[in-house]
């Protein structure tokens, strides 16, 4: 009975979604990408397929939408969606001062801490700041307490990624484009609190503001009640 329901349905309700997540990596790799209102629109659309006893379209429309979220990985790989040609502007190693707000939570190691910072303005060190764009991960030394919000100006070295070129080395320049990351600061020891390391103020933002604080609240009760 299951087998000649199976053949009932239509040839497209019964591809297998792993052929979706294919055709949807090929067309990536042609540099075809669905924007996200043509995926939240397909979404939408198979449900309201199924609601409406429609599950031969609903399942036909779900191919159709793992297509195309499959190509957004791809995007991600090939053509990460952040801008670093202000930042470019400065040279390699110049020292200088950015002005922006942590946008993602901040990465506690062992003796640093490091800070997503999406940038403002910027300008040679002592110079009047100007518009720029681009995210920067500055690395704190030592534990520090920041959080997703907290507005800063910075003044170090600024480094931009980049590969040795040396056989089968590790694609740091890749990985860090993947991650959105521009560009790297290192805050020297001793200088927050500094006007080389400034904490301006603190804007919420939403929701990565909110998650932040509901982890933060999980671990505070694991480790009150679970040590």
Do not use: C
Not at 56 to 85: F, K
Not at 161 to 178: C, H, I, K, L, Q
Not at 199 to 209: E, N, Q, Y
């Amino acid at each position: 009975m299951r087998a000649a329901a199976a053949l009932a349905q239509p040839w497209f309700a019964r591809i297998p979604p792993i052929y979706a997540i294919a055709l949807g990596d090929g067309l990536g790799n042609f540099r075809i990408f669905a924007a996200p209102w043509l995926i939240a629109a397909l979404s939408a659309a198979t449900l309201l397929a199924f609601l409406a006893s429609r599950p031969s379209l609903g399942s036909a429309i779900a191919l159709a939408a793992i297509a195309a979220t499959s190509t957004i990985p791809v995007r991600n790989l090939i053509d990460p969606a952040y801008n670093a040609s202000k930042l470019r502007a400065f040279a390699d190693g110049a020292t200088i001062t950015i002005e922006g707000s942590v946008i993602r939570e901040p990465e506690d190691l062992p003796e640093r801490t490091r800070l997503y910072v999406s940038v403002t303005r910027a300008a040679p060190a002592g110079a009047s700041l100007m518009p720029s764009s681009g995210i920067v991960r500055v690395a704190v030394l030592g534990p520090e307490p920041f959080r997703v919000g907290d507005e800063l100006r910075v003044t170090a070295k600024i480094r931009f990624p980049r590969n040795d070129g040396n056989p089968g080395e590790f694609d740091y320049e890749g990985f860090m484009a993947r991650q959105g990351v521009a560009a790297t600061m290192t805050a020297p020891e001793g200088s927050i609190g500094t006007p080389g390391f400034t904490k301006l103020g603190h804007f919420a933002r939403f929701p990565a503001s909110a998650i932040e604080a509901i982890r933060g609240r999980i671990g505070g009760f694991i480790d009150d009640n679970l040590q």
